[in-house]
Structure formats: structure tokens, C-alpha cells
């Protein structure tokens, strides 16, 4: 039960963070949009950047429910995922429809006011106004599309039934479940709703030290895989927060960041929301933990330890990707990670403590929003002051430790050995790997490292499902006794975390072309083979 449990949760944890990904590209473009909306450029310039920011926000922002529903049904569907896509789609149609309909039919439709359908417990969803669920629909409705393609797909019905068989039948299945849904939701939604308000009232009345936990918890759980169900809902849910900017509603700390900073003409303080969005932990903690590492290793070991370190921390600053860095002390000593887990929440306490005010994520990023937003808002001249503290307080902290408790952390065992004999191979490659990776991000794996990774799950047959998130590979396998982690670890990678039937190979950059590699790789070898989504039936 507790493996099953696991399962699932990982499951979801992965398929959620699936339409996450491309939200960090839209953030960027409406960060650039902002700028180019600045009052001291020309008209031309400005009606531009006031176009692109409508755009992104309307089509990408402001629908992220259809957009999570799609996502996850596609990524939680084992086979068949593009029918899992399409179902995905017209599963939420068919809910926004029926809900209104049932609405209307027993006199429960919201009238606007003058904040429009605001406080009512409404909302307008591609044009249709229907119980205001927020993402969370999105994600219940691709979670319920997913489990059914998995669980009725294979159906198999007389030859005469043959068109409705499979993904058909659970059409059939889903379009009853989804009404049922619909009506029922406009009855338990409302509670629930006022539930997830006194959470998030709760946490707003932590003040600085909520902030401080979300950063301690953010990176207790990054070992295991778990931090996304930490963050992805704080920054796109009701319990990141809710405001109104320019007379529209918005949910969750990203998603209120983005509104702000497109509309600052109209802002006159930034949403307290945007707390959990300071995070040091991309620039400064990496560099304070590269500087410790080097001063503490042996004076022949360091000119190799910078081969490891400086690539990591590019990584982690240009790129947002920590884990390349954090792996390397992570598998060493806990009270390292623990310390290291205090820090990061303790910049965000301060930074709220202090008043900064602007998101604080890669150094691009960090430019594009700090440009975007008025001193006198943001207080962006704390950005180095801050910073530059919590890079030294990582540095001394670390270097106290690994020197009182002696920690054999990297480049302190011997004159040619970089990190302890249990995880030499696994450093040794990483060392590899991490200079691969800036040089060329996406490069392909060969075919033998391919079958590196099959080998090391215990060959093709013992592999059951292939993922990924924002940088590792995730294999959830048949049988956990055949997995061999000593020779996945010699894979290029920042480490290897071993979850049972669940394992994750932390690569970084360039992980969704290894994911896409991995699979051609497996199907050409007899792998999970299935008819075409296009085949036709006669």
C-alpha cells in the first residue's frame, strides 16, 4: 500500500510540473513586455510591449486551468497520450458547459457588481461563467482524464463495438463523471473554497516566518522530488494569494507578479504574495557554497574542484537549475542540507523583513523584473546588500561545519580523490558531465550511455514508465531488486536518488533531450510498442 501510495504521488508530482515548465518562458516574455510598456520609451515601442503583455496574459496566464488539464491528463496517461491530450480538452469544455447549465437552471448565477463576478464565488472560463475552481480544476479534470485512458484504454469490445472501444469507451466514461461533476462541484466547491481562504489567511498571518517555512520546506523535499506540490500551488492557486489589478482577478503569487508588473502604471504597492517569490537560493547560497568547498578541500585538490563547481553555479544562476551544485553536499551530510535548508528560508524572512519587493529567481530573470519595476516599489537596492549577506553567511556556515565536524566533502579526502569511495564514480562523472553540459546543454547522449541507464534498471523489460521534469529523469521500474544504482551512477549526472520502484537521475540541463533520446532508444528496442494515436480503424 505504502509503495502504491508512493507511486501516485510521484506520479502526480511529475505530471504536474509538466505545464509548470513552460510558464518560466512566458514569465520572461511578460517581464520583456513590461519593460518595453516604461513611459519613457516611444509610443511605438510602448504599444508593443502593451500587445505582447495582453496577449501572454490572456491566452497564457489567465487560462492556465485548460492549459494544466491538458498537460497532466497527457503526462499522467501512460499510452495513448495524445488521445489523453484531446480528452483533456473536451472533459474541461464539457464541465464549463454542463456547470453553467446547471447554474443557470437553479437560479445560482452570480450577478456582477462593480468588481465584476469578484467575492462571488464565479468566474468567466473561455467565455462561459461557471463556479471558480481556478487551476484547481484544471488539475482534478487532467488527473481524472489520465487515471481513466490508463485504466480503460487497453478495453476491448466485440468487432462490432470496435469504435467505441478503448480511449472511445472512456470518452463515454469521462462524459457522465464530468455532469455528475459539474453539478456537484457548484454545491461542495463553495466550502472548500472558503477552506483554502482561511489557509491562506493563516499563512499571511505568519507574516515573514510563513515565508521563512515555505523556503525550509522547499528544500527538505527537493530530495525526494517533492518540493513542486510545495510551490506549484502557492504560485498558481488561491493559496499563494488573491488580488485584483486592473480590475481583473488574479491567483496565485506568480501569477499576481505577472499582473503587477505589466500594469505598474496602475500599482501603488506590490502584493505581500510576492514573498514567496524571493529566492536567493539561485545566485547567492550556490556561490557561498562553491566559495566553502573550495577553501575547505585540500590546496591540490582545488584547481579540479573549480572544473565541478564553476559550471554547477553557472547552472544554477543563468539557468535556475540548483541541483547540480546542491547534490554534491547533499549526498555527503544531512546536517549540511540542514543548514543549508535554514539559509535559504532565512532569506526569504529577511527579505521580507527588509521590504524587498521585486522576484528574485536566474540573474535574467532578476534584471528583467528589477528594470520593470519602480525603486520606490521594489526597493531593488537591497538586492545586493541581501544577497551578498546570505552568500557569507552560506560561506562561514559551511565552512564552520565542515571543518569542526570534519565533513568529507569534495576534494578533502586525498591528493587524487575528490569525494568519498562510496559516490567517487558518481562525482567523477558528474565532474564530466557538468563541463558537457556548458558546453553544449542539449547535446545527445550516445547510445551507449543509453544503455547505461537501461542496464542500470535492470534492462528494458523492468522499466515501466519514462519522465521528466525541470532537470532529472524520472523511471518508475517493475521490480526494485533489479536495479543496479552503482552503474547508474556512472552515468553523467549530478547524482542518483533511489526511491525504491521510483529512481531519479539528476542531469540538469538538457534532461528533455535525454528523456526524448531515451525513448526512441527503448521503443527501437521492442519497448512499450503500441499502434500508431493515428492509426485508423477500418
Not at 387 to 410: Q, R
Request: charged content about 15%.
Amino acid at each position: 500500500m505504502k509503495d502504491k501510495l508512493q507511486k501516485i504521488t510521484q506520479t502526480f508530482a511529475r505530471s504536474i510540473i509538466q505545464p509548470v515548465m513552460f510558464m518560466a518562458v512566458t514569465g520572461l516574455l511578460i517581464s520583456v513586455a513590461a519593460v518595453m510598456k516604461l513611459e519613457q520609451l516611444p509610443e511605438g515601442i510602448k504599444n508593443v510591449g502593451t500587445g505582447l503583455f495582453t496577449i501572454l496574459t490572456s491566452a497564457a496566464i489567465n487560462q492556465l486551468s485548460v492549459i494544466f488539464c491538458v498537460g497532466i491528463a497527457a503526462a499522467i496517461a501512460k499510452k495513448k497520450k495524445t488521445d489523453a491530450a484531446i480528452l483533456g480538452i473536451t472533459v474541461f469544455l464539457i464541465f464549463i458547459y454542463a456547470n453553467n447549465f446547471w447554474l443557470s437552471q437553479t437560479g445560482q448565477l452570480a450577478k456582477a457588481g462593480k468588481q465584476g463576478l469578484f467575492g462571488t464565488g464565479q468566474n468567466i472560463v473561455l467565455g462561459v461563467q461557471v463556479t471558480d475552481m481556478g487551476v484547481f480544476l484544471g488539475i482534478i479534470l487532467g488527473c481524472l482524464v489520465g487515471f481513466f485512458v490508463n485504466k480503460l484504454g487497453d478495453v476491448k469490445f466485440h468487432k462490432y463495438l470496435s469504435p467505441y472501444e478503448g480511449t472511445k469507451f472512456a470518452y463515454v466514461v469521462l462524459i457522465f463523471l464530468t455532469i455528475i461533476f459539474a453539478i456537484a462541484v457548484s454545491y461542495i466547491w463553495p466550502p472548500i473554497n472558503g477552506a483554502v481562504n482561511a489557509i491562506v489567511g493563516g499563512l499571511s498571518g505568519m507574516g515573514a516566518f510563513g515565508f521563512f517555512l515555505y523556503g525550509f520546506l522547499n528544500r527538505m523535499l527537493l530530495p525526494v522530488g517533492m518540493h513542486h506540490l510545495l510551490w506549484m500551488p502557492l504560485y498558481y492557486t488561491p493559496l499563494g494569494g488573491t488580488a485584483q489589478v486592473a480590475g481583473k482577478t488574479y491567483n496565485g503569487a506568480m501569477n499576481i507578479w505577472l499582473a503587477e508588473i505589466g500594469n505598474m502604471s496602475s500599482v501603488t504597492s506590490i502584493h505581500s504574495s510576492v514573498g514567496y517569490l524571493v529566492n536567493f537560493g539561485y545566485i547567492a547560497l550556490p556561490i557561498g557554497i562553491a566559495f566553502a568547498l573550495i577553501h575547505t578541500a585540500k590546496p591540490e585538490n582545488r584547481v579540479k574542484l573549480r572544473a565541478i563547481l564553476i559550471p554547477a553555479v553557472f547552472a544554477s544562476a543563468f539557468a535556475g537549475i540548483t541541483e547540480p551544485i546542491e547534490f554534491l553536499f547533499l549526498f555527503i551530510s544531512p546536517i549540511l542540507w540542514l543548514a543549508h535548508g535554514i539559509i535559504y528560508g532565512f532569506g526569504l524572512f529577511i527579505s521580507n523583513v527588509l521590504g524587498l519587493n521585486v522576484m528574485v529567481e536566474n540573474i535574467i530573470n532578476t534584471i528583467m523584473y528589477s528594470i520593470a519595476v519602480p525603486f520606490g516599489l521594489g526597493r531593488q537596492w537591497l538586492l545586493i546588500p541581501i544577497g551578498l549577506g546570505l552568500a557569507l553567511l552560506e560561506y562561514f556556515v559551511f565552512k564552520a561545519l565542515i571543518i569542526k565536524l570534519n565533513i568529507p566533502t569534495l576534494g578533502r579526502n586525498g591528493e587524487n580523490e575528490l569525494i568519498p569511495d562510496e559516490l567517487t564514480k558518481k562525482t567523477k562523472k558528474t565532474a564530466k558531465g557538468a563541463v558537457q553540459e556548458k558546453r553544449s546543454p542539449a547535446a545527445p547522449k550516445p547510445a551507449s550511455d543509453l544503455a547505461v541507464i537501461v542496464k542500470g534498471f535492470g534492462g528494458i523489460n523492468n522499466i515501466e514508465n519514462v519522465n521528466n521534469c525541470f532537470t532529472r529523469l524520472r523511471i518508475d521500474v517493475k521490480d526494485a531488486d533489479k536495479v543496479d544504482i552503482a552503474t547508474l551512477k556512472t552515468y553523467p549526472s549530478s547524482g542518483v536518488v533511489d526511491k525504491h520502484k521510483h529512481i531519479q537521475i539528476i542531469i540538469g540541463l538538457g534532461v528533455q533531450d535525454v528523456r526524448e533520446k531515451l525513448d526512441d532508444y527503448l521503443k527501437e528496442n521492442g519497448w512499450n510498442l503500441e499502434p500508431s494515436d493515428a492509426a485508423v480503424q477500418d
